[in-house]
Structure formats: structure tokens, C-alpha cells
């Protein structure tokens, strides 16, 4: 599976961005898209996902309301639309596909395959 995540770019704060990530490949055997970022200094850390088989999401708290994971089946695509930006979601952006696991932690991986990043910017 490939993986190629854009979308990214300066913005102010209050504004929105959506981040696109295309999928190719063997895409069957990778149920589960994620998003994930990395700020400087810091943890990767996970954002939200959608299981491909029945568009179940899972979003952390500190995005709830705010990001919005969302799928284009023809396409192979999963985007992240993002409003409301805050300074502190300054990162580098990352999708990612894994194999769903049972039941209610569905989506934490392993994720196997992992785009290149993109770099999100937001100012004060």
C-alpha cells in the first residue's frame, strides 16, 4: 500500500484545512485509515480514523467537534477536515493504514503503512 498525504499549508488561526491522503496498492488488506501528527519536540500522536468496511470513526477528545475524518471510495481516498485551528495543531501531518482489529479497539494498529507527511501551519 501507498500512500500520499497533501492538503497542508500555512493558515490562521480560526481557519480550516483539509488534508487529502490517496491510497494505492493493496489497499484490501489495509481496513483501517489513520491520522496521525507530530509537532516539533514531540510524540507522534494519534488523531482519527475510519475502518473502510463499514465507515466507522474514532476521533480523540482533543479533536472531537473540531476534525472530521471522512472517505471518497472512488478515489481511495481519506481526508481530514480540519476547523476551527489552533496554534498548538502546528505539525507535520501523517496517514497511515492498518489492518482492523475486533471490537471496540478497532483502531489502534498496527499501522503498517504510512504516508510522507505534510506540514501544517497555523498562526496566531
Known amino acids: 500500500v ?3 498525504a497533501s492538503g497542508g499549508g ?3 488561526a ?3 484545512l483539509r488534508l487529502s491522503c490517496a491510497a494505492s496498492g ?3 488488506s489495509s481496513d483501517v485509515m489513520g491520522w496521525f501528527r507530530q509537532a516539533p519536540g514531540k510524540e507522534r500522536e494519534f488523531l482519527a480514523a475510519l475502518r473502510w468496511s463499514d465507515y466507522r470513526t474514532y476521533y480523540v477528545d482533543f479533536v472531537k467537534g473540531r476534525f472530521i475524518i471522512s472517505r471518497d471510495n472512488a478515489k481511495i481516498a481519506v481526508y481530514l477536515q480540519m476547523n476551527s485551528l489552533k496554534s498548538e495543531d ?3 501531518y501523517y496517514c497511515a ?3 482492523s482489529k ?3 479497539s478497532w483502531y489502534t494498529g498496527p499501522y503498517d503503512y504510512w504516508g510522507q507527511g505534510t506540514q501544517v501551519t497555523v498562526s496566531s
Open 90 to 92: 502546528t505539525a507535520v
Open 97 to 99: 493504514a492498518g489492518p
Open 26 to 28: 493493496r489497499t484490501s
Open 14 to 16: 480560526g481557519g480550516s
Open 102 to 104: 475486533y471490537g471496540s
Open 2 to 4: 501507498q500512500l500520499q
Open 10 to 12: 500555512l493558515v490562521q
